[in-house]
């Protein structure tokens, strides 16, 4: 089956701004893609595993629903008694490691990774009803009882590896003067 003209933009859309991400680690030593340059704790190498990871997880909920996110919202959290909005902290045992390296990922294998979600993304999107919706788990974060269809998800994607391409151009021109984006 051919995807449709609306898939072919998404994901021609998805793989120009993860391009713009990648373009941020070019040429750096795998230092550089550590450092912290500004008062974030951000790296251009932690933000490239947490799209990674990001992606693969929400393109899994595009195909099964809300199982896709397990482990973060399997945890011992009552996420119902937080209150986000008003800086609620009772978060139970849950630490967000979703930017945290291991002496595995490096530069390279990042960078691969992020590559490889995204080829996994056109496959699935290729093939995929992207009316098809799932409600989201629940979480302070999203409104309660909302659902989300394959194109949402899409979107959502686009809007997350934006921001943080976005962010990594900032971190990358702090840590050798280089722009990525302008």
Known sequence: MAATPEIQDLTATLDRHRGFLLQTSDGLTEEQARTASTVSALTIASILKH???TEEQWMQFALHGAEAFGQVYNQDVDWGAVDAAAGGDDWGEWEDD???????????????????VGAETTRILGTADLDLTHPLPEAPWFEEGAAWS??????HMLAEISQHAGHADIIREAVDGQRTMG
């Open 51 to 53: 799209v990674a990871d």
């Open 150 to 155: 394959v194109r949402r998800v899409a979107m």
């Open 98 to 116: 979703r930017f945290v390296l291991s002496d595995d990922e490096t530069l390279p294998v990042l960078r691969q990774r992020v590559l490889d």
